[in-house]
């Protein structure tokens, strides 16, 4: 008990608890038993699945082994060969060039029908333990090394897969699902790992779609569950596993649920079965899925079946020559075959090109002998060294291919199959040194720390000022991030200045159009003063609002690619690009739209194509500190703030325009509340705006204010004005009211969820509910302070909700809304506006 405290705190019986679960989890008995150490010194004992100290008491002591190794003895010298790769100390990649995903295979815990069909216990390890070697130096029996012989029922051996898994660089895990007509099996494994809420790693299903029969051990004719496709079972099917697409951590491609089904020729029509489960998912509002499917037994073009995609299944890529004949020490009853592993990996230098989407695939190694025994069919001569120029090659075609980065798709097979030797998870004889090859690769850039290519093009960024707005915020994050990423050339015009003048200047060469150029002079002169200043012509020029339209005209003059970064919707364009507009689209080559409502209204008001945009969020660079905060460390930021303790304190934001942001509507709410007779809050506003500030129904802004004043509410609501350190408020604060009658996609929005706040937003505002939907806040019917008043007084009454939903709303801007995670898309639609060849992009899906 003193070497398991877990064991002593849950008051189970640790005898029973050692020869159901503790053998398997590796943990000793006693200090003077080893468990790994006895398995690796009698191999025999760990080929017949026994218990190590059952067999040390029945007969190991009489034979005079060893319980343990001898004191002072080292263990690695006993365990760990030259080969072993150690684990490392490094925490998850910061960056990475493909999304790696693992097929995870369930089988390891007991279940009825197992027991029923293979014994009492039967897990994967019953068979990967009873392997013997066919030859000499065959590795056989494979070994878990630091996991050991897990069961899946002992959460804690999920957990730790999952932090290697992400501190490897892999970034999700692909379950094996098996559904029998409503009948489910080893699905506990997908529902512990949705459960737990508490990480990050992205994760889809793969139904095995075919009948469970003996084909494992070569019996495939002998059926153990039957499968029954029909139309009823199609949607009873995608009824039940649709629950899984609403999960944040759902893997996805271009917003779409990826599903994956093993063997789409077994339905009777794929092609309806698609259409239904389509149709399904529009209707129960999930939208648009992804299908896909692993070409194992099939090889078509994904269209043939209804679906989107396919992906490679390897080692069933082709034929490979058998070299059974050339193993000399073969043992005489071998009946099954040998091929050479380095066959995958020479395909891999040349890919075969075909006329559909297929993602890559690769295996660590192969080798089923734990199933077929001498029928085996063994890939000798893998290694991590070879598996890393293979997963290299992978990653190079990916990003050759695929211009989206939601596209770039990698798939390994496996995480864990350990009985057909195909896996990723630390064994006893190379450790941790596959997956560290597997970091290495994902996680490398080019020289220097930059991505490859990118010396040889120019960019000029266009800015419509320099002000304190979050369109300039964002235009110098991009700029930094590029920096820091890729070796472009990078300057900034300004049409105007503001107080970031400075900051720009500080990071990067900019200049103010006025100072380059005279309204009076003509248009050849402007453009050849401009050129002279920026040292030729760019590659490209980013226009990086819609606000920049009054240039539009004359940089279109240069004939060089313009992309335009589309942050506004209707009111801001009316104030700033109302005369502009015909300008920005008639220039414009591809616009970039922080949202799909910004999309949708430059189709609708605009008539910009739907193709000519590239949906890409908006993002913050993520805070270095760990994103958690304990709650005494929210109280001494409010304290070092001189904001109450005792109280709930709401923050709100925005700028310039008091009607378009909702700070009247602040007002209103805090109003409400107080009439109610709640006191226990109080409202801050960061940033200020022009008192004289008019809407023609609403009024001005100082009559707003002087209201305020004059009922007192200045009491419970405090406009701070512009403020530096916008974290550190967000930070003391405990939730996040999105007042704005229209928001494009809230840059303060995504640094209050990076501040683990919740979001209180409109319905209809623009892009925000796209990010709260209903896992980071709360949305209220639209411009209804009333309904908002009833969402933050329900988050100030609730503070376990209140502290979920800001986790959970964290957890998603980690995930999906930091610059390392959308920049590289961004850099990918200027590298195809600019006609530049892709190079090897990087991007964080951690």
């Not at 378009?660 to 006191?679: C, P, Q, S």
């Amino acid at each position: 008990m003193v070497q398991n405290p877990d064991l002593a705190r849950s008051g189970k019986d640790p005898i029973l608890h050692y020869i159901r679960y503790g053998a398997a989890e590796s943990r000793n008995p006693s200090p003077d038993f080893d468990n790994e150490y006895y398995l690796a010194k009698n191999p025999d004992v760990a080929a017949a699945s026994m218990n190590p100290l059952d067999h040390y008491i029945r007969f190991g002591k009489s034979e005079g082994r060893s319980p343990r190794r001898a004191p002072g003895t080292n263990a690695g010298a006993i365990q760990r060969p030259d080969t072993y790769g150690p684990r490392s100390n490094e925490r998850r990649p910061a960056a990475l060039r493909a999304r790696l995903i693992a097929f995870y295979l369930p089988q390891f815990h007991p279940i009825p029908e197992n027991d029923a069909f293979w014994g009492k216990g039967f897990t994967e390890w019953t068979n990967v333990t009873r392997a013997t070697p066919q030859f000499d130096d065959h590795y056989q029996p494979r070994r878990p090394a630091d996991l050991g012989f897990y069961d899946l029922r002992v959460k804690d051996i999920q957990k730790e897969q999952i932090e290697i898994a992400l501190q490897y660089g892999v970034s999700g895990f692909c379950f094996h699902f098996y559904w029998f007509n409503g009948k489910r099996v080893l699905e506990m494994p997908i529902t512990q790992f949705v459960e737990n809420d508490a990480h990050e790693l992205g994760f889809c299903i793969n139904w095995a779609n075919e009948p469970w029969s003996r084909r494992w051990d070569g019996r495939e004719q002998e059926v153990l569950i039957a499968q029954s496709h029909s139309p009823e079972d199609d949607l009873a099917f995608i009824e039940y596993v649709s629950r899984y697409f609403r999960d944040r951590r759902y893997i996805r491609i271009g917003g779409k649920p990826l599903l994956m089904i093993y063997r789409p020729g077994l339905f009777p029509s794929a092609a309806e079965t698609a259409q239904r489960w389509r149709a399904y998912c529009r209707e129960a509002g999930i939208g648009e899925i992804f299908l896909a499917y692993p070409q194992s037994f099939d090889k078509d073009d994904p269209a043939k079946f209804g679906f989107d995609a396919a992906v490679e299944f390897p080692p069933n890529l082709g034929k490979f020559r058998e070299i059974s004949d050339r193993i000399p020490t073969l043992k005489s009853g071998f009946r099954g075959k040998i091929f050479d592993w380095t066959e995958l990996l020479n395909r891999s230098r040349a890919y075969p090109q075909v006329p559909y989407t297929l993602f890559r695939g690769l295996c660590p190694s192969w080798d089923n002998t734990a199933r077929r025994m001498e029928a085996a069919h063994i890939l000798m001569n893998a290694s991590p060294s070879r598996y890393a120029e293979w997963l290299a090659n992978a990653v190079a075609d990916t990003c050759d291919r695929f211009a989206d980065f939601d596209s770039r798709l990698i798939f390994v097979n496996a995480w864990n199959e350990w009985a057909e030797g195909a896996y990723l998870e630390p064994d006893a004889r190379y450790g941790y040194a596959y997956l560290q090859e597997t970091r290495n690769v994902l996680s490398a850039p080019s020289a220097a720390g930059k991505f490859p290519g990118d010396a040889s093009w120019r960019v000029l960024f266009v800015s419509h000022d320099a002000a304190l707005g979050g369109a300039q915020a964002s235009l110098i994050d991009i700029v930094q991030w590029l920096q820091s990423h890729t070796e472009l050339e990078v300057k900034v015009l300004c049409l105007a200045g503001g107080e970031r003048l400075e900051q720009f200047r500080r990071i990067v060469d900019t200049a103010l159009l006025d100072d380059l150029v005279s309204p009076t002079e003509t248009t050849a002169t402007k453009l050849a003063r401009i050129a002279d200043w920026y040292g030729g012509r760019p590659d490209l020029i980013y226009c990086n609002s819609l606000a920049t339209g009054r240039v539009h005209a004359l940089l279109g003059e240069l004939d060089i690619p313009i992309l335009t970064h589309a942050r506004e919707l209707a009111a801001s364009v009316a104030r700033y690009a109302k005369d502009d507009m015909e300008d920005v689209v008639s220039h414009t080559r591809r616009f970039v739209a922080c949202s799909p409502s910004v999309r949708d209204y430059l189709v609708a008001e605009h008539k910009v194509e739907t193709n000519a945009i590239d949906v890409i969020p908006s993002a913050v660079p993520q805070p270095g500190a760990d994103p958690g905060q304990t709650e005494i460390q929210r109280l001494e930021r409010r304290r070092l703030a001189g904001w109450p303790v005792d109280k709930t304190i709401v923050l709100g934001s925005g700028l310039a325009m008091p009607f378009r942001k909702g700070a009247d509507l602040f007002i209103e709410v805090a109003r409400i509340l107080r009439a109610r007779g709640i006191e226990d809050y109080h409202f801050y506003w960061l940033g200020s705006f022009p008192e004289r500030e008019r809407d023609e129904v609403l009024g001005t802004w100082s009559q707003h204010l002087d209201r305020m004043r004059a009922d007192g509410l200045d009491e419970k609501v405090t406009f701070l004005g512009d403020v530096d350190d916008v974290s550190g408020y967000l930070r003391a604060a405990d939730l996040f009211l999105l007042t704005s009658r229209e928001e494009p996609f809230g840059r303060v929005m995504l640094e209050a969820a990076f501040a683990e706040l919740p979001v209180i937003c409109f319905a209809g505002s623009g892009g925000a509910p796209d990010f709260v939907e209903d896992d980071a806040g709360i949305i209220v019917e639209r411009v209804d302070p009333a309904a908002m008043a009833d969402a933050t007084l329900k988050l100030i009454r609730n503070q376990p909700l209140r502290m979920q939903l800001g986790r959970q709303a964290g957890a998603k801007a980690r995930r999906h809304f930091s610059t390392d995670q959308v920049f590289p898309r961004l850099l990918s639609t200027m590298r195809k506006v600019a006609g530049q060849r892709p190079a090897v992009p990087i991007i964080v899906p951690n």
